[in-house]
């Protein structure tokens, strides 16, 4: 059985730093993209970042240069690493997984894998910025 388990939510003020965690278990040993996605009350859930088997990272624009995501070298525990926390941060943090590649491959095209892509996702935590 899959299972993601995030923690490291809470309250932070403006200018703060906050370290996220996911533990993954049941898919250890399998090539897998790991991310974080982030949905503030009222709006659609958006991608923050994503790390490939291989180590490359995809950020979104609001997050490029406060935000790391990392893993450990097992794989099995992510990482979202966040500074110069802003109140427009302030969302509920999903840990996701899916099997192979962050990116899609069709033939004509090479394209990012959406939140509707990924198969496993945790419960979530609350991060509020203010």
């Known amino acids: 059985q899959v299972q993601l388990v995030e923690s490291g939510g809470g309250t932070v003020q403006p200018g703060g730093s906050r370290r996220l965690s996911c533990v993954i278990s049941?898919?250890?040993?399998?090539?897998?993209?790991v991310g974080w996605f982030r949905q503030a009350p009222g709006k659609e859930r958006e991608k923050v970042a994503v790390?490939?088997?291989?180590?490359?990272?995809s950020y979104a624009d609001s997050v490029e240069g406060r935000f790391t995501i990392s893993k450990d070298k097992t794989g099995n525990t992510l990482y979202l690493q966040m500074s110069e926390l802003k109140p427009a941060d302030t969302a509920m943090y999903y840990c996701?997984?899916?099997?192979?590649?962050?990116?899609?491959?069709?033939?004509?095209?090479?394209?990012?894998?959406?939140?509707?892509?990924?198969?496993?996702w945790g419960q979530g935590t609350q991060v509020t910025v203010s």
């Open positions: 049941g898919i250890s040993y399998i090539s897998k993209c």
């Open positions: 996701a997984a899916d099997l192979g590649s962050c990116l899609v491959y069709t033939a004509t095209s090479v394209v990012p894998k959406v939140d509707a892509d990924f198969a496993y």
């Open positions: 790390i490939d088997d291989d180590g490359s990272t």
